[in-house]
């Protein structure tokens, strides 16, 4: 006795609903979409919307993965194969994030350094907790991003803490603070792009030895023009970072994931790295929702930097959190 074979799916002898039939079709579909944004990265470097396409490198990753996991359930070999490649491909990319970093060699007697950067976000009304937060944690410096003059106001209140203070307060969300509890010198208010947006450049006179800080927010890269601008402040940035003998820290809303063709440009041309390497991907940006959040605050130092410790803090009323790090500087 032989059984006949199944019905196609979609004839009107096929058991399962419509869309048991179109889910293979689905996965198919998916993949190739998967696998295109994915790749799209790599031309980065030629219109900003495949760089767009970077910021979101972490979740490209998930869902190749949950792809893959769904092409084997359906058996669908070529869209497997894609996927995988996708995985692969993503997987390489946030390797620098997810692999262990080198074990801390803090040497006998050195002093670290603590940083903050902390975009407050203007329109945020409560000045009250970031000031708590910044009495509370005292860092040595701290980068403050989108100050007005309400904002400003509030820093002001911060002397007894950190008696070196540069604060640039605008209308825009472009204004920008620095507060130390280390003298400065050589303070410079410098506009890296055509933009006009101030950023901070001084030195820092810490115990363990004088640094160069930058503290910078760029525009965000909202379409072309705002991405050349973005590029053009990010290469300034670097530009200032490589100058000179001392040790150069950026810190700020960068606008910029670490998979972004301007945030590498950052690092390689101004002989930075990232103090989140090997500590996942600390995204900073949205607060407010649960997903898709990127990392765009950043604390960048020099290569021979030993951080200690990198850490994402609260919100305190804004739409970024706080980056916390502490470094042992060369």
């Known amino acids: 006795m032989s059984s006949a074979a199944p019905p196609p799916c979609g004839s009107r002898q096929a058991p399962g609903s419509p869309l048991a039939c179109r889910l293979p079709r689905i996965v198919d579909a998916a993949a190739i979409l998967v696998f295109c944004g994915s790749a799209a990265g790599l031309l980065s470097a030629w219109h900003w919307l495949f760089d767009l396409t970077t910021h979101f490198r972490q979740y490209w990753f998930y869902a190749a993965a949950g792809g893959l996991l769904a092409a084997l359930v359906f058996r669908r070999r070529p869209a497997a194969v894609i996927l995988l490649a996708a995985v692969v491909f993503n997987g ?114 810490h115990e363990s030895g004088d640094f160069r800080l930058i503290a910078t927010h760029p525009y965000p890269p909202f379409d072309a023009s705002a991405w050349a601008t973005l590029n053009e402040h990010l290469a300034g940035v670097a530009a200032e970072a490589a100058r000179g003998p001392l040790p150069s820290v950026v810190v700020g809303d960068l606008n910029a994931t670490p998979w972004s063709h301007p945030f590498r440009r950052l690092l390689e041309s101004g002989g930075l790295v990232d103090t989140a390497l090997g500590r996942g991907v600390q995204a900073t940006y949205h607060a407010g929702q649960p997903a898709p959040r990127i990392p765009i605050d950043h604390v960048l130092v020099p290569p021979a930097t030993q951080v200690l410790r990198r850490e994402v803090g609260p919100a305190n009323g804004s739409d970024h959190f706080t980056v916390e790090a502490e470094v042992v500087l060369p």
């Open 92 to 205: 390489l990319d946030l390797a620098g994030s997810w692999l262990p970093p080198p074990p801390n060699r803090d040497p006998a007697g050195s002093e670290s350094v603590f940083l903050i950067s902390m975009n407050v976000r203007r329109i945020n009304r409560d000045t009250a907790a970031a000031i708590s937060y910044l009495r509370a944690r005292q860092p040595d410096v701290a980068a403050v991003i989108e100050v007005d003059g309400r904002w400003a106001r509030s820093l002001e209140g911060l002397g007894d803490l950190f008696p070196h203070r540069v604060i640039v307060p605008r209308p825009d969300n472009f204004g920008i603070a620095v507060l130390s509890r280390c003298p400065l010198a050589d303070t410079r208010v410098v506009e890296f792009s055509a933009s006009g947006y101030p950023s901070i450049v001084a030195t820092v006179r």
